[in-house]
């Protein structure tokens, strides 16, 4: 039996976010986002939806409350284990953050050298998988300048595949491209999401979500809320 297999991948309990500087950004939230679920986070700018982003994935300092996030307890999290839960959440940033100077294969191997694979043809193997599996097959010797802002969004969602997350979070991934291409890349995220990934993005984009309408949480005065509508 596998434990805590029905625990929802995000609980969050009574929980401040607060921004460096201690600013309070957020003040006590709860929601849980189970395996699976695609869920929006919208909310004006300023809200708070890239802090508390910042706070899932412990680059902001939970100050109090309860986050339990793929199987890790922030508010007793140990320092050096940051980079094990960050390897169970795969983060996508709108600026993406590539790079330049390496290829699209140097560039995922970095990552999986950073997270401590070793066997060169394991590493090969799994490069390849995730470039399938974003559409990117024939593209793992170009460089990313010789790529579309599309592409290279692609490359960034491929690198935040390469150790199989319980869950993907991504802070406005379609800010920077134009419609059609958000749409692909909403597509993208859509099937990988159909394939078991709980995913939660944070977006201005209300034509997308009009276009493929999912669950939504908003940031708004200082709390988060549920919305069914928008
Ligand atoms: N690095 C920082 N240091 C201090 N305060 C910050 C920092 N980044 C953001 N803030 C403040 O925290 C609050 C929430 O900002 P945040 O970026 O989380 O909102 P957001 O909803 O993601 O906005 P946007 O949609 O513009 O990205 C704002 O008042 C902002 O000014």
Known sequence: MIPFANQPVVQVLNTDVYQLGEKQVLENINFAIQKGEFVYLIGRTGSGKSSLLKTLYADLSLVKGSVQIAGYELNSIRRKDIPFLRRKLGIVFQDFQLFMDRNIAQNLEFVLKAT?????????????????????????????????????????????????????????P????????????????????????????????FDLIRKFPQRMLRCENGKVVERDYL
């Open 174 to 205: 379609t800010g920077n491209l134009d419609p059609e291409v958000s749409e692909d890349i909403m597509r993208l995220f859509l099937s990988i999401n159909k394939s078991g990934m709980s995913v939660l993005m944070a977006t201005h984009d």
């Open 116 to 172: 401590g694979w070793t066997d060169s043809m394991k590493m090969k193997t799994r490069i390849a998988e995730v470039l399938i599996r974003v559409g990117l097959s024939g593209e793992m010797n170009k460089m990313p300048h010789q790529l579309s802002g599309g592409e290279q969004q692609r490359v960034v969602i491929a690198r935040a595949l390469l150790n199989d997350p319980e869950i993907l979070l991504a802070d406005e």
